[in-house]
């Protein structure tokens, strides 16, 4: 089905405000790498992944920041890929980003690689397979922005036994809302039947391992230097020197 028919460009504006919702400072957050990638490479980066993009409205912003760039996204979600790629900016791969496959079909040498409130999905093992598996596509100098879940050090892994973050029960009822919406849209149907299909038997890990961990899972992947580049609340974002 063409997104065209689909609207996608419609369900793209209504997903960014329910992203905004799980993370009230995504401009700040996208502005921070963003600077931070400019200063670290010295120019606007030639080459992009954003993983487990959904349906590319973070990836489309960094396409119109750095129009030379190629801004490539990867997915495994039938209904958000399909969305994604509305956008001709983009080049969109639907891949498992808990498996190996993906670094073939995404090939090298990026400069800028970024993951939005995505590797929470995969358990420690796969996260720290993930790193190790960024840092064979990127190219030296490279930067990873790693943005999710990361409390203090020492708060428990699992996002369920946090504290509730404020606003948080509003967003995640306005994405119950969202996906309810885009199911009962008739052209949405095969789209949905083919997630349930993707998703079936996939329990999402709901990782949320501090900073500390992330910092010391990119080093051990061969990342030369790891911090926090950005922090809001218990959202936070590591950046990692390639
Ligand atoms: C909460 S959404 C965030 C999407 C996007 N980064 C954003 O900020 O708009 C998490 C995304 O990760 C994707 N995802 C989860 N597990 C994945 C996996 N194993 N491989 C690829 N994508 C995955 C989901 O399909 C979903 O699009």
């Given at each position: 089905?063409?997104?065209?028919?689909?609207?996608?460009?419609?369900?793209?504006?209504?997903?960014?405000?329910?992203?905004?919702?799980?993370?009230?400072?995504?401009?700040?957050?996208?502005?921070?790498?963003?600077?931070?990638?400019?200063?670290?490479?010295?120019?606007h980066p030639?080459?992009?992944?954003?993983?487990?993009?959904?349906?590319?409205?973070?990836?489309?912003?960094m396409a119109?920041r750095w129009p030379s760039a190629?801004?490539?996204?990867?997915?495994?979600?039938?209904?958000?890929?399909?969305?994604?790629?509305?956008?001709?900016?983009?080049?969109?791969?639907?891949?498992?980003?808990?498996?190996?496959?993906?670094?073939?079909?995404?090939?090298?040498?990026?400069?800028?690689?970024?993951?939005?409130?995505?590797?929470?999905?995969?358990?420690?093992?796969?996260?720290?397979?993930?790193?190790?598996?960024?840092?064979?596509?990127?190219?030296?100098?490279?930067?990873?922005?790693?943005?999710?879940?990361?409390?203090?050090?020492?708060?428990?892994?699992?996002?369920?036994?946090?504290?509730?973050?404020?606003?948080?029960?509003?967003?995640?009822?306005?994405?119950?809302?969202?996906?309810?919406?885009?199911?009962?849209?008739?052209?949405?149907?095969?789209?949905?039947?083919?997630?349930?299909?993707?998703?079936?038997?996939?329990?999402?890990?709901?990782?949320?391992?501090?900073?500390?961990?992330?910092?010391?899972?990119?080093?051990?992947?061969?990342?030369?230097?790891?911090?926090?580049?950005?922090?809001?609340?218990?959202?936070?974002?590591?950046?990692?020197?390639?």
């Amino acid at each position: 089905m063409p997104s065209t028919v689909l609207d996608s460009a419609r369900w793209r504006t209504s997903w960014d405000e329910v992203m905004t919702g799980f993370v009230p400072g995504l401009s700040s957050l996208e502005e921070s790498w963003a600077t931070a990638t400019e200063a670290v490479l010295g120019r606007h980066p030639r080459c992009v992944l954003d993983l487990g993009g959904g349906p590319g409205v973070v990836a489309a912003r960094m396409a119109s920041r750095w129009p030379s760039a190629r801004v490539t996204m990867i997915d495994l979600d039938p209904v958000l890929l399909t969305m994604a790629r509305s956008c001709p900016a983009l080049t969109v791969l639907d891949a498992d980003l808990g498996e190996g496959e993906w670094t073939l079909a995404a090939g090298d040498g990026y400069d800028l690689v970024t993951a939005v409130m995505t590797v929470h999905y995969l358990r420690p093992e796969r996260i720290r397979a993930l790193y190790r598996r960024c840092r064979r596509v990127m190219s030296p100098g490279g930067l990873l922005v790693v943005a999710d879940v990361m409390p203090d050090d020492g708060l428990p892994a699992v996002m369920g036994a946090l504290n509730p973050a404020p606003g948080e029960a509003a967003a995640e009822l306005a994405w119950a809302q969202w996906w309810g919406e885009v199911a009962s849209s008739p052209g949405f149907r095969p789209l949905m039947a083919a997630r349930s299909e993707v998703f079936a038997g996939r329990v999402p890990a709901n990782f949320a391992g501090d900073v500390g961990w992330h910092a010391a899972a990119a080093r051990s992947a061969g990342f030369r230097e790891a911090g926090v580049l950005w922090r809001d609340g218990r959202h936070a974002a590591l950046a990692a020197l390639s």
